[in-house]
């Protein structure tokens, strides 16, 4: 599919965000000394792209989790 002012965009790209509950976080990033702390926390919903998960997905005693950074989450639903 083809914008009209000429950007390619990838059928894969028009798929809808995923949906997951957030079950852990880690402590947030540093930015030299500084710890910059992560805005979800454990229990929230969010919305990521499809494609931030898909490497990322392991199995733990037999349930599926996805791994992925915050950068890649989309929104914190309410």
């Known amino acids: 599919n083809i914008t009209a002012g000429g950007i ?7 798929e809808k965000p995923s949906r ?5 976080t880690g402590n947030g990033t ?7 702390p ?9 919305l990521f792209a499809k494609w931030a998960a898909t490497a990322n997905e392991v199995k733990i005693d ?3 989790y996805v791994l992925i950074k915050e950068t890649d989450i989309l929104g914190i639903l309410e």
Do not use: H, M, T
Request: no cysteine; glycine share 12%.
């Open 38 to 46: 992560l805005s979800v926390k454990a229990g929230d919903v969010v």
């Open 62 to 64: 037999g349930r599926d």
């Open 30 to 36: 540093y930015n030299g000394d500084d710890l910059i």
């Open 8 to 14: 390619i965009i990838p059928d894969n790209a028009k």
């Open 20 to 24: 997951g509950r957030v079950i852990a």
